[in-house]
């Protein structure tokens, strides 16, 4: 499985950003998929999952602003970004899993300027 991450990008604090993590190779298997993300000088942490015939879960700080989704057909997960804050910024992954594998995007950069 391949992942490619992208839609990353500057925005104001209010803004919004849709990032895209298309999935590639053997994803008939996939039972989950995250956005992870990485400020500087943190660790990285999780930030919504979408897991097969069950509802998305997110994390407090982006509840009610962050919106996963997964587009079977097209093998493609997305994350809506709206009023984006400045604690936003930072490098977002998605991630896959298959059982006990795991796969990682490449990151892509979104930063927040207040």
């Known amino acids: 499985v391949q992942l490619q991450a992208s839609g990353g990008g500057l925005a104001q604090a209010g803004g919004s950003l849709r990032l895209s993590c298309a999935a590639s190779?053997?994803?008939?298997?996939?039972?989950?998929m995250d956005w992870f993300r990485q400020a500087p000088g943190k660790e990285r942490e999780l930030v919504a999952s979408i897991i097969n015939g069950g509802s998305p879960n997110y994390a407090d700080s982006v509840k009610g602003r962050f919106t996963i989704s997964r587009d079977n057909a097209k093998n493609t997960l997305t994350l809506q970004m709206n009023n984006l804050k400045f604690d936003d910024t930072a490098v977002y992954y998605c991630?896959?899993?298959?059982?006990?594998?795991?796969?990682w995007g490449q990151g892509t950069l979104v930063t927040v300027s207040s």
């Open positions: 190779g053997s994803v008939f298997n996939i039972n989950r």
């Open positions: 991630r896959a899993r298959e059982g006990d594998y795991v796969y």
